[in-house]
T-cell receptor, first 113, second 117 residues
Framework: AQSVTQPDIHITVSEGASLELRCNYS??????LFWYVQSPGQGLQLLLK??????LVQGIKGFEAEFKRSQSSFNLRKPSVHWSDAAEYFC???????????FGSGTRLQVQP | DADVTQTPRNRITKTGKRIMLECSQT?????MYWYRQDPGLGLRLIYY???????NKGEISDGYSVSRQAQAKFSLSLESAIPNQTALYFC????????????????FGPGTRLTVL
């Protein structure tokens, strides 16, 4: 079955530490890939997206993500986490020709001082 | 002013009641979506509409209906609310495919928290 998996439900990192959030998808073809962030009490904001081309994608707020076709992964990274990055992060995909996003179950990030 | 607005922001209702959640957008987008968010399940698509005459079921449409009153308005109704419809509901919009054929970003409203007792 086609799916999007975020294996980490909850991650805690110290402020200033690096971060990597995992996302794997299982589709026959390469989908369009997205990372969204949801701050407490807020809607979702797009961090970055991958359609084609350079597999390392830069986004807002200092985030980046790397698409690895061989691993069917699109992991989100940040070199140095800030307390304001505490939020829930969602990976999402859409297949070419499909009509709407499919979301992963989310990873909640806590940042320790 | 927000580009995608949802009303109400919070609603508590009782089992069996009919509820309507409303979404309006000023982005001029053709495409609108309704999702529900449950802890540990991410967002799941309920219905989507690519124009006023195009309404499609998502993965969890049972117990819900929608109305696309205009390009800018897309309402979600719970005909007879039940407790397991307690969730956070999001409306989203997107433009049509761009010139290059790329999928366009979805923009989300702030959400409606619905509690069914």
């Amino acid at each position: 079955a086609q799916s999007v998996t975020q294996p980490d439900i909850h991650i805690t990192v110290s402020e200033g530490a690096s971060l990597e959030l995992r996302c794997n998808y299982s589709y026959g073809a390469t989908p369009y890939l997205f990372w969204y962030v949801q701050s407490p009490g807020q809607g979702l904001q797009l961090l970055l997206k991958y359609f084609s081309g350079d597999t390392l994608v830069q986004g807002i707020k200092g985030f980046e993500a790397e698409f690895k076709r061989s691993q069917s992964s699109f992991n989100l990274r940040k070199p140095s986490v800030h307390w304001s990055d505490a939020a829930e992060y969602f990976c999402a995909v859409v297949l070419t020709g499909r009509r709407a996003l499919t979301f992963g179950s989310g990873t909640r990030l806590q940042v320790q001082p | 002013d927000a580009d995608v607005t949802q009303t109400p922001r919070n609603r508590i209702t009782k089992t069996g009641k009919r509820i309507m959640l409303e979404c309006s957008q000023t982005k001029g987008h053709d495409r609108m979506y309704w999702y529900r968010q449950d802890p540990g399940l991410g967002l799941r698509l309920i219905y989507y509409s690519f124009d006023v005459k195009d309404i499609n079921k998502g993965e969890i449409s049972d117990g819900y209906s929608v109305s696309r009153q205009a390009q800018a308005k897309f309402s979600l109704s719970l005909e007879s609310a039940i407790p397991n419809q307690t969730a956070l509901y999001f409306c989203a919009t997107s433009g049509t495919l761009d010139i290059a054929g790329s999928y366009n970003e979805q923009f989300f409203g702030p959400g409606t928290r619905l509690t069914v007792l």
